[in-house]
């Protein structure tokens, strides 16, 4: 019907607009709007059309000639194309074949003649047996010659000249290869010459080295003859050796028998004396038992009289000091009536002619018993007070001495020894002030030259005074000082020694009982400190090498005079392992203080050689346990 017929035109009127809007956007990959010859020409591949027949169909479309085509003008130009093609439509069947069988026959003749100018023009540039698949070639030049046929003749001569190059590459490919197979038959001729020497040198080596193992062989088996028959020798050797032992082996049993009687007899004695062992480590321990209270006893009887020779030495002391100052305030009296009108002067002469040697004895007495002397006897004294009183030197004292030892009166006056003298009363007299008992009483030394201050510094320690003008000690002199250490009271008998030669004698034997000794010398005074190593000499001689020394240096608030360096004293104390100080006794700088050291080392000293003593007393029992 009609409408059935309107119907399928508009269908395909449809399908053509979206066929050729499909189309259209194929052509325009771009997305430009529109589409140029040159985008035609890309559909070259994808439709059964030829790049002539595009540009025929691109011709056509373009009505204006301005080179592209928008999308009106492409459906506009395929809606009348369209219209046209509707007529033939009418066609019959065989003017369809005929047209379909010529447009074949043509595009056949067309491929031929392309064939035969391709094959011609391979000819011409000699690329038949260049190339080995001219297919792609020939579709390169045959879409130049459609597309592109300005660009033909330049695609020949760039075809003729890579033709030409690829030639000459394939001669040069023949040349190496016949140079490489002439230099691998050359290197082969080498290995071969290379391969035979070495197999010769093998061999050569090989017979040198089957000589040298011949040789070496022939050696070796005369060596081992010569051991073989040294080995015999040394077998000979041993086999009279084997004798020798055996003889000696049936001689040493047979004294293996013999030392087995000894043996017996041995072991019978070593009972014997084991029993005996027994016996006398009983006695000894027994003996040990009584040691040890014996040693106890005497260390109870040692410090029973230390304590008592210290009461002794206090309470003298303290006599000896209120005796010094009645002497000192004597000693003014007699400077002051010195001083009096001339008319007393010749009655104090003829006093002092008629009185000097008296005065000189009492003064002799005094000296000597100076500890035992009583307060009283000076005061009877005092009626002398009042008449000068000649000072005598230490050379008439010396001289009043013998006399005194030469008059029996004298010496039957004079007290030996303190026990001759009941002093009990004297000391009573001081008990309610006396401090309490010490814990520990050592006797110290103190030594050096003359001059050095040793009684200034005895007197700073103990009495914490200072006397310019003190003089020189004759003799010995001694002082007490109770000071704290370590929560221990200790007492320190300071002996001050004369530092003359003539009383050398004397300082020694108090070297024997000493507990320590002080070595001091003048910071101001060399000679003082080059007299140390003499003092040193004597002190071990005497007390032996084991006492505490402590070296100490005076008169250091002298400094602008000072000859001995610090360092000095310090190396010499190293060198004899001797404590050191520097101190002033005018200023009273490190008196206390290197006394309380030296207390210190004799507190020490002390504890151990009583830790020393119990070891020694329980060592023989030890003795015996591992005897047994």
């Not at 300071?494 to 034997?509: F, L, P, V």
Request: proline residues 3%; negative net charge.
């Amino acid at each position: 019907s009609a409408s059935d017929t309107s119907e399928t035109k508009d269908v395909g009127r449809n399908t053509v607009q979206e066929k050729t809007l499909e189309f259209f956007q194929m052509c325009d990959m771009e997305n430009k709007g529109f589409i140029t010859r040159r985008d035609m020409q890309r559909l070259n591949g994808g439709l059964p059309l030829s790049a002539e027949e595009l540009e025929n169909v691109f011709d056509t479309l373009d009505s204006d000639s301005n080179g592209f085509l928008t999308l009106q003008e492409f459906s506009s130009g395929f809606k009348e194309g369209s219209q046209m093609g509707e007529k033939p439509q009418c066609k019959s069947p065989g003017e369809v074949l005929y047209q379909t069988q010529w447009e074949d026959g043509l595009r056949q003749r067309e491929e031929d003649e392309e064939e035969k100018h391709f094959s011609l023009l391979m000819e011409s540039l000699g690329a038949n047996s260049v190339f080995e698949d001219p297919a792609e070639v020939r579709s390169l030049w045959a879409q130049l010659r459609r597309d592109e046929p300005h660009l033909l003749a330049n695609f020949e001569d760039f075809l003729s000249r890579v033709t030409s190059q690829i030639i000459e590459a394939n001669q040069e490919k023949k040349e190496m290869e016949s140079a490489l197979k002439r230099k691998a038959a050359t290197h082969d001729n080498e290995i071969q010459h290379l391969y035979e020497e070495m197999e010769q040198q093998i061999k050569n080596e090989k017979d040198r080295i089957v000589l040298q193992d011949h040789e070496r062989f022939l050696s070796r088996c005369q060596e081992m003859e010569l051991q073989l028959s040294g080995k015999e020798r040394e077998m000979e050797q041993l086999f009279q050796k084997q004798r020798r032992l055996e003889q000696q082996y049936q001689d040493l049993h047979s004294e293996q028998h013999v030392t087995k009687v000894a043996n017996v007899k041995l072991k019978q004695t070593n009972d014997e004396l084991a029993r005996e062992l027994d016996h006398t480590s009983h006695e000894l321990v027994l003996a040990q038992e009584q040691l040890c209270l014996l040693q106890e006893q005497a260390t109870r009887l040692h410090e029973e009289k230390e304590m008592e020779i210290y009461r002794l030495t206090e309470g003298l002391q303290r006599e000896r000091a209120s005796l010094l100052k009645q002497l000192d305030l004597l000693r003014y009296g007699l400077r002051e009536e010195q001083t009096t009108s001339s008319a007393r002067q010749n009655l104090t002469k003829r006093l002092s002619q008629t009185t000097c040697i008296p005065q000189k004895r009492g003064h002799l007495q005094r000296i000597i018993s100076i500890e035992e002397d009583h307060l009283p006897h000076l005061l009877q004294r005092d009626q002398l007070a009042r008449s000068p009183l000649p000072e005598c030197s230490e050379t008439e004292e010396t001289s009043d001495n013998e006399e005194m030892r030469n008059d029996p009166l004298m010496r039957n006056e004079t007290p030996t020894s303190l026990r001759g003298r009941p002093v009990g009363k004297e000391t009573s007299i001081n008990d309610e002030s006396a401090p309490s008992l010490p814990d520990r009483l050592f006797k110290v030394v103190m030594v050096g030259n003359s001059s050095v201050g040793k009684t200034s510094l005895l007197r700073r320690f103990c009495d914490d005074s200072f006397h310019p003008g003190t003089s020189a000690t004759v003799g010995i002199d001694y002082s007490v000082k109770t000071i704290t250490v370590d929560s221990s009271q200790v007492a320190l008998q300071m002996w001050d020694t004369a530092g003359q030669e003539r009383y050398r004698s004397i300082t020694k034997q108090f070297f024997r009982k000493a507990d320590g000794v002080v070595v001091m010398y003048d910071i101001t005074a060399e000679q003082s400190f080059t007299a140390i190593r003499q003092w040193l000499t004597s002190i071990k001689e005497s007390a032996g090498e084991d006492i505490p020394i402590m070296l100490l240096g005076n008169k250091t608030d002298k400094q602008m005079e000072r000859q001995v360096q610090h360092e000095a004293g310090q190396r010499l104390a190293k060198e004899s392992q001797l404590a050191f100080f520097e101190c002033s006794a005018s200023s009273g700088c490190n008196v206390m203080e290197s006394m309380v050291h030296l207390a210190r080392i004799l507190k020490e000293q002390e504890d151990r050689v009583k830790e020393k003593t119990i070891q020694l007393v329980g060592s023989p029992s030890e003795k015996k346990k591992s005897c047994c």
